[in-house]
T-cell receptor, first 112, second 116 residues
Framework: DSGVTQTPKHLITATGQRVTLRCSPR?????VYWYQQSLDQGLQFLIQ???????AKGNILERFSAQQFPDLHSELNLSSLELGDSALYFC???????????FGQGTRLTVV | SNSVKQTGQITVSEGASVTMNCTYT??????LFWYVEYPSKPLQLLQR?????SKNFGGGNIKDKNSPIVKYSVQVSDSAVYYC?????????????????????FGKGTLLTVNP
């Protein structure tokens, strides 16, 4: 158990809908990272938050947004969903940049 | 921009030694992480290579833009997907790398299959 909790584990929704994925980092970790894993693109970094502030941005679409709350949990909001958004979304956390990050088990999103 | 390349698939027999390559383009002196993904398990960290500890790892090193991972005497249970991740420089090399604003970049992964 990595200590990073993601909910829900599975999500099925229709095109055009909006969903929220939740991540609880390990106790004491200030950084939260979001990644998307799809068959064609592999693992892609989406966005990083550090202690509530956006720290780094990767290949995150404008339809997607994230935030980190004062209790350090994070949410990834995906809106106007398309079939191509079906993927496994991972959250990871670390104490700070440049050291190991611990990954959650992921949320599998299926858009139908 | 950063990019990471990994060998797609490697198949070996139990007991063999395996080197999985990770070559990359980036500026400065990044940190290279190796993660392993077993079915239905979270990604787990295997190795973290920085400029400070680069000499401890076999094969190439960060200056060569090559950070392989070597596994000796592999078992069937080592069959998994191995990912290389390009990350920000360690603290001592942050300034030399022009700051720590690195875009975290994963390679596409190496599928290691170990046959009995």
């Amino acid at each position: 158990d990595s200590g990073v909790t993601q909910t829900p584990k599975h999500l099925i929704t229709a095109t055009g809908q909006r969903v929220t994925l939740r991540c609880s980092p390990r106790s004491g970790d200030l950084s939260v990272y979001w990644y998307q894993q799809s068959l064609d693109q592999g693992l892609q970094f989406l966005i990083q938050y550090y202690n509530g502030e956006e720290r780094a941005k990767g290949n995150i679409l404008e339809r997607f947004s994230a935030q980190q709350f004062p209790d350090l949990h994070s949410e990834l909001n995906l809106s106007s969903l398309e079939l191509g958004d079906s993927a496994l979304y991972f959250c990871a956390s670390s104490v700070r940049d440049g050291i190991e990050a611990f990954f959650g088990q992921g949320t599998r999103l299926t858009v139908v | 921009s950063n990019s990471v390349k990994q060998t797609g698939q490697i198949t070996v027999s139990e007991g063999a030694s395996v080197t999985m390559n990770c070559t990359y383009t980036s500026t400065g002196y990044p940190t290279l992480f190796w993660y392993v993904e077993y079915p239905s398990k979270p990604l787990q960290l295997l190795q973290r290579e920085t400029m400070e500890n680069s000499k401890n790892f076999g094969g190439g090193n960060i200056k060569d833009k090559n950070s392989p991972i070597v596994k000796y005497s592999v078992q069937v249970s080592d069959s998994a997907v191995y990912y290389c991740l390009l990350g920000p420089p360690s603290y001592g090399y942050c300034e030399k790398s022009g700051g720590s604003n690195y875009k975290l970049t994963f390679g596409k992964g190496t599928l290691l299959t170990v046959n009995p």
